[in-house]
């Protein structure tokens, strides 16, 4: 498994990953803004949260990530400081996936129940029983580099 952090902005979370460039070093691996994506029934992204980053990956290490994003919409009332960190997991196979999810989630709040996602995760958040958030998630394609 690899765990990283993944910490969530109300809005300024370019501004804040490019600070943390100029003290870690490195490129963005992956930098994606809500404008890129697809449609979603029944969800409109205001115009005011188009540009915000969707999510951002910076290396500060050959072991770990530090990523991120900005929140809005329906969101944005929710993230304060304390509850705007998560750990992030990434396993091995799916069946890790389920099995790590289910386990962590038992007594807590399943935010995003495990599922296929357009940017090719099987993917999973919720908050534990201990109101620590939690994002698990699996991509075979990540794992053959």
């Given amino acids: 498994m690899i765990v990283n952090p993944y910490l969530t902005f109300k809005g300024n979370c370019e501004e804040a990953f490019n600070f943390y460039k100029t003290v870690f070093g490195g490129d963005f691996s992956y930098l994606g803004r809500f404008s ?28 770990t990530m530090l990523m ?6 329906e969101w944005a009332p929710k993230t304060m400081i304390g509850n705007n960190i998560s750990i992030s997991i990434a396993v091995e196979s799916k069946e ?20 296929a996602t357009f940017w090719g995760d099987y993917f999973g958040m919720f908050t534990d029983k201990f109101d620590i958030n939690w994002m698990i998630s699996y991509n075979e394609a990540h794992l053959q580099k």
């Fill in 96 to 115: 890790e996936a389920d099995r790590v999810f289910n386990a962590l989630s038992e007594g807590g709040k399943v935010t995003m129940p495990m599922e």
């Fill in 36 to 63: 890129e994506m697809p449609p979603q029934e029944g969800m409109q992204m205001p115009e005011e949260d188009q540009e915000k980053i969707m999510h951002i990956s910076l290396s500060i290490s050959k072991e």
């Fill in 68 to 73: 991120g994003s900005d929140t809005g919409g």
